[in-house]
């Protein structure tokens, strides 16, 4: 039998005496919890938070043929914010480490500090991760295909030559034998 002990912040964290998670419980209350860089957003004239600059973001989805028009805080990420606004929009990963969401800015600017997914020599040619990506201005970007970045991104490396088919690792992997 493994005992599993948690680290003393954790236990100080999730550690209730029993009364109070008795009283909690009884009471189903939740809780709701929110980053601390994101400010609540409003489309049709909500409060928000004046020290909080926000921009207009133009999606022009090609694989849809649409074109999303939607407003997002400096603090919040482009793709949860149309999320919250029932827009969708090609995503993956979610954490900036694929292309699914890669897209090529035609004007404005945005911040992408965790965008691992791409190079920093693809970012100098325009190519943004709207899931990490943050609006330094009014933005307008298109999407582009998955693929085409990818092989941008990783195609020098995978490019030499086809690659041979081990049928034997094949049938470990899945268990036949």
Same mark, same amino acid.
């Given at each position: @039998?493994?005992?599993h *002990?948690p680290?003393?912040a954790?236990?100080s964290i999730?550690?209730k005496p029993?009364l109070? $998670?008795q009283s909690? /419980?009884s $009471?189903?209350?939740r809780?709701k919890?929110k980053s601390?860089?994101q *400010? ?8 928000q938070s004046?020290?909080i600059?926000t921009? #207009?973001v133009t999606?022009? !989805?090609?694989?849809?043929?649409v074109?999303? &028009?939607f407003f997002?805080? +400096? !603090?919040?990420?482009?793709l949860?914010t149309a999320e919250d606004q029932n827009?969708n929009?090609?995503f993956a990963? $979610?954490?900036g480490c694929?292309t699914?969401c890669?897209?090529?800015? #035609?004007?404005?600017?945005l911040r ?10 693809? #970012?100098? #040619?325009g ?9 330094? /201005? !009014?933005l &307008?970007?298109? *999407?582009?295909? &998955?693929d +085409? ?6 195609? $020098?490396?995978?490019a030499r030559?086809?690659?041979e088919?081990d049928?034997?690792?094949l &049938?470990?992997a @899945?268990?036949?034998?």
């Open positions: @039998m493994d005992i *002990t680290c003393s954790c236990f999730n550690h029993a109070a $998670r909690l /419980s $009471r189903n209350i809780f919890t601390q860089l *400010t609540p957003v409003s489309v049709n004239g909500g409060v004046p020290s600059q921009h #207009k999606v022009h !989805d090609r694989q849809r043929g074109v999303h &028009e997002v805080p +400096e !603090d919040q990420y482009i949860h827009i929009l090609p990963c $979610r954490h694929c699914s890669a897209v090529r800015v #035609k004007s404005g600017q992408q500090p965790e965008a691992l997914g791409i190079s920093a020599e693809l #970012k100098s #040619k190519y943004a991760l709207l899931c990490v990506g943050f609006p330094s /201005s !009014d &307008e970007v298109e *999407t582009q295909d &998955e +085409e970045v990818y092989w941008l991104q990783f195609g $020098r490396y995978f030559g086809p690659i088919r049928d034997y690792a &049938e470990l @899945m268990g036949d034998e």
